[in-house]
């Protein structure tokens, strides 16, 4: 079975500009999550996506970030403006079922942003 | 915010020991996971364990869970090099029906020495 596939793996932009991150889930898992890294830290959920409907974006810096998951497949993490604050992994994952958090997930390799 | 939080923040043991990696949390869970990442790498699931388990084993991992105490344990017996990584616990907490996902806690960073 494929993994959670992730891209680009770095990217280094300036403060102010924009990014996307893309991600393609395990074939068949219903729920993907967007989680962010900061060095040293554990991740933390932004946002989840049960098949192309968000479940939870309460963590999600709405005024700067957005995400979409066009027919519950792929899904795209955007930042616009990036501030240095943003500089950390970003990882997607997903899970077989939906939200129910019985099974453990899948993680892609990452994005490691860096803003300078 | 962190749901977990893991003991030590760092450990660094000789290969061949045992490592033991604890972790609490706050609020009542409905399961914990256990997740290993290597540098530069995504994280991996190494176990599950659920709310009305005590112990649970994989290989050379052992896991407990000690709902009164809100807390978890992670032992690796005959640690190897390539046990070296960052350890996470993440909880499941929420109501059937709730959206629910993974808390992570801040991990603690094991070391095994050749």
């Known amino acids: 079975e494929a993994g959670v596939a992730q891209s680009p793996r770095y990217k280094i932009i300036e403060k102010r500009q924009s990014v996307a991150f893309w991600c393609n889930p395990i074939?068949?898992?219903?729920?993907l999550y967007w989680y962010q890294q900061i060095l040293g830290q554990g991740p933390k959920l932004l946002i989840q996506?049960?098949?192309?409907?968000?479940?939870?974006d309460s963590q999600l810096p709405k005024d700067r970030f957005s995400a979409e998951r066009l027919k519950g497949v792929d899904s795209t993490l955007k930042i616009q403006p990036a501030k240095l604050e943003d500089s950390a992994v970003y990882l997607c994952?997903?899970?077989?079922?939906?939200?129910?958090?019985?099974?453990?997930?899948?993680f892609g390799s990452g994005t490691r942003l860096t803003v300078v | 915010s962190q749901q977990g939080e893991e003991d030590p923040q760092a450990l660094s043991i000789q290969e061949g020991e045992n490592a033991t990696m604890n972790c609490s949390y706050k609020?009542?869970?409905?399961?914990l996971q256990w997740y290993r990442q290597n540098s530069g790498r995504g994280l991996v699931h190494l176990i599950l364990?659920?709310?009305?388990?005590r112990e649970k084993h994989s290989g050379r991992l052992r896991v407990t869970l000690d709902t009164s105490k809100k807390s978890s344990s992670l032992l690796i017996t005959a640690s190897r090099a390539a046990d070296t990584a960052s350890y996470f616990c993440?909880?499941?907490?929420?109501?059937?029906?709730?959206?629910?996902?993974?808390?992570f806690g801040s991990g603690t960073q094991l070391t095994v020495l050749p």
């Open positions: 994952a997903s899970s077989p079922r939906q939200g129910r958090g019985n099974y453990g997930y899948t």
């Open positions: 074939s068949g898992h219903a729920t």
């Open positions: 996506f049960q098949n192309n409907g968000v479940v939870d």
């Open positions: 609020t009542s869970i409905n399961n």
């Open positions: 364990i659920r709310s009305n388990e």
């Open positions: 993440a909880t499941v907490a929420g109501p059937s029906g709730s959206a629910r996902q993974l808390t």
